[in-house]
């Protein structure tokens, strides 16, 4: 994944140009832990935004794969954004009213793929989201977690389309500092073998 001169400019309702991203370039390696530090209103979320295609720059390219973006059709985007990366946000945008299997089995929905709960389990498992007596949370309701677990849901989401590239977007700041530290290890072991940024 590489970024060249990345620029994104907004215009404010006053009609105003605002940069977000001035000439950015960077190359990540194919695994590892990235962070982007910034303070607020400095343009992580919108690079973020950029790197997974959820927005477009207004010139400068993004490359996946040796392809550049700027040849990317709206389909080539929704399969990246499908099948290569994977998102957490920092509100979790989770369904309340939804089971833990019924969110994370989301994400392959989208991918026309069913998913059963022996597919989700050991995903589950894995990011500890287990009971007292090691049976998974897969039946539980969203509203009935913790804020740790529902991050930790978030994961399972990004995690279940085994996606190359992992996003977070300040995925600790709705947690507590204990929590969050457990989530940013959680993070690290993941990096071991894909990109988290």
Request: proline share 2%; glycine share 8%; aromatic share 6%.
């Amino acid at each position: 994944l590489k970024i060249k001169n990345l620029r994104k400019t907004y215009e404010s309702k006053k009609k105003a140009q605002i940069q977000a991203l001035r000439g950015v370039s960077l190359s990540f390696s194919e695994k590892g832990l990235v962070f982007i530090l910034g303070k607020s209103g400095s343009g992580k979320s919108t690079l973020l935004n950029l790197l997974g295609g959820l927005d477009r720059p207004t010139s400068g390219e993004v490359i996946v794969a040796g392809r550049s973006s700027n040849n990317f059709s709206e389909k080539d985007f929704d399969a990246y954004r499908n099948n290569y990366v994977g998102f957490v946000f920092q509100e979790f945008n989770l369904i309340d009213n939804y089971t833990v299997g019924d969110n994370v089995a989301l994400a392959l929905a989208l991918q026309k793929k069913k998913t059963s709960k022996k597919d989700v389990d050991p995903i589950l498992k894995e990011l500890e989201l287990t009971d007292d007596k090691g049976d998974t949370l897969y039946d539980r309701h969203i509203n009935e977690l913790s804020g740790g677990q529902k991050q930790r849901v978030a994961i399972a989401r990004a995690l279940i389309k085994d996606p190359k590239i992992i996003l977070a977007d300040e995925p600790t700041g709705a947690l507590d500092n204990e929590t969050g530290i457990e989530l940013y290890e959680l993070l690290k072991k993941l990096s071991s073998n894909k990109l988290v940024i």
